[in-house]
């Protein structure tokens, strides 16, 4: 099955900084990877997700990158501001079939005023 | 657009007891994912309804236990409670089944005593 694995487990930056998260997965088969943030008391929110016939993908000051050859994709959060303190998860899965989506362990992304 | 609703928010049960969760669907997805959050372990997914039928399933053992009405609301029961039951329940709707697009709701807080 899917192994997702994400690092780094926790990140801070200074307000203003940007932040990056990476993952990597094993299923070369995966063509589906979305990215989650979870607040404290509420459930994992998608953000912005990327699919395997696309390298790159921007929202406002979020992008996701990700290199299927190497097997890895990676967050970027560029002018961080308070409000992205959160859990970050990265996820994969082949969409289309019945496979799951498999969750990496986290990060939480604390953002220094 | 309301959002997935969760039901009930926070509960708690003792062991040997059973408990039984819902879950409302955003309007119009026909596919319901059950997931359960612990600190240990991450997000592990427990199973996907489509349709009012289950379409994949985790490894958890048969304590675990799902259903689909026809309206696309989903309900999961644990039964025999253990201790190691106590997480963050969370259930997730899509259009379609296959991991596309999912949006999860606030969860369900159980704690088992």
């Known amino acids: 099955g899917e192994n997702v694995e994400q690092h780094p487990s926790t990140l801070s930056v200074q307000e203003g900084d940007s932040a990056v998260i990476k993952c990597t997965y094993s299923d070369s088969a995966s063509n589906y990877f979305p990215w989650y943030k979870q607040e404290l008391g509420k459930g994992p929110q998608l953000i912005i997700d990327i699919r395997s016939n696309v390298g790159e993908k921007k929202d406002q000051r979020i992008a996701v990158t990700l290199n299927k050859t190497a097997k890895h994709f990676s967050l970027h959060i560029t002018e961080t501001q308070p409000e992205d303190s959160a859990v970050y998860f990265c996820?994969?899965?082949?969409?289309?079939?019945?496979?799951?989506?498999?969750f990496g362990t986290g990060t939480r992304l604390t953002i220094i005023p | 657009k309301a959002g997935v609703t969760q039901t009930p928010r926070y509960l708690i049960k003792t062991r040997g007891q059973q408990v039984t969760l819902s879950c409302s669907p955003i309007s119009g997805h026909r596919s319901v994912s059950w997931y359960q959050q612990t600190p240990g372990q991450g997000l592990q997914f427990l199973f996907e309804?489509?349709?009012?039928?289950?379409?994949n399933k985790g490894n958890f053992p048969g304590r675990f236990s799902g259903r689909q009405f026809s309206n696309s609301r989903s309900e999961m029961n644990v039964s025999t409670l253990e201790l190691g039951d106590s997480a963050l329940y969370l259930c997730?709707?899509?259009?379609?089944?296959?991991?596309?697009?999912?949006?999860f709701g606030p969860g369900t807080r159980l704690t088992v005593l």
């Open positions: 996820a994969a899965s082949f969409a289309g079939g019945n496979e799951k989506l498999t």
């Open positions: 309804y489509f349709s009012e039928t289950q379409r």
């Open positions: 997730a709707s899509s259009f379609l089944s296959g991991s596309n697009e999912q949006f």
